[in-house]
């Protein structure tokens, strides 16, 4: 892909997505292994980096809880 789409700001995401909808279109000419593989790769990235950020905000979350003092009973 180009490379100019690497030094966008937009969310990895929707670059996994457009990079997807592009091998798509290249792997029309290979054969169905190598699509249903490249589609298998942007499908586990794309899901690793809203994992990622799952992880970032339940660390977040955790952090504010743990600052936060508990009212005592």
Request: hydrophobic share 50%; charged share 20%.
């Amino acid at each position: 892909f180009p490379v100019f789409s690497a030094l966008n700001v937009e969310p990895n995401l929707t670059r996994a997505a457009d990079l997807g909808s592009h091998s798509r279109f290249e792997a029309s000419k290979k054969t169905e292994d190598d699509n249903n593989l490249t589609n298998a790769i942007i499908f586990i990235v794309a899901w690793l980096d809203v994992l990622k950020i799952q992880c970032v905000l339940i660390f977040i979350l955790f952090f504010i809880s743990k600052i936060t003092p508990r009212r005592k009973t």
